[in-house]
């Protein structure tokens, strides 16, 4: 406990409980969307804190521009990330736990194999 | 001290993450545990580069981050299309 520097520690610490907690939650959640929600969410966040306690303690300026590059990038691709996944789940027929009807679908039910999907490439 | 702890930390989630990646079943499961298992190999990257000052390595969890990306993007494309390119 000696070198405890609190511009660096409690950043990190923050971030790493908040990687473990995103890790418990894709371990534990029912379901694939639940599992991206805690993913995407926890992860962006838990390595949001971990850059900023790095780039409060490599003060060189070549280690902050690559550490702001590294966060920019993650804000960036992890919503991206996370939605390209849900959808190619969605439409590739892998069924969401809900309690209810299947408010998005418009057939009515989840959608099958044998279904056309929406469109023939949703991402063109 | 608390830079150890962090790296224990950040291990343990990445063998639960890993535990995902064999159970999962489905593979959508997989490719969103493999981007997490990307994005938690890039902070235990800047953790080791703050533990052990060199920092050449954060060059290495910048190229990890687009690789991570563009694999997500092409598995998701694959299964969503059948190809990857046009």
Redesign the interface.
Known sequence: ????SPL??IP??I???F??T???G??RFPD?YS??HA?SKL?TL??AG??L??AL??T?A??FT??A??LL??FL??P???Y??A???Y??A?PPRLSGPDEWNQLGRHPQPGDE?PR????? | MILNLALVIVTLSTLLVAARVLRGPSWGDRIMAFDFLSVNLIVLIVLITVKTRLLVLLDAALVLSLLGFLTTVALTRYLLTGRVMR
């Open positions: 406990m000696n070198d405890f660096r520690d990190i610490l971030g790493s409980f990687v473990l995103a890790a418990v894709v371990l694939l599992r991206l993913s992860v838990g390595s971990i850059f306690g790095a303690e490599l060189e070549a280690a690559r550490l590059a590294i990038f993650q691709t992890t991206l990330s996370a390209l996944i959808q190619a789940a439409l590739r892998l999907p023939e490439d949703p991402t063109g």
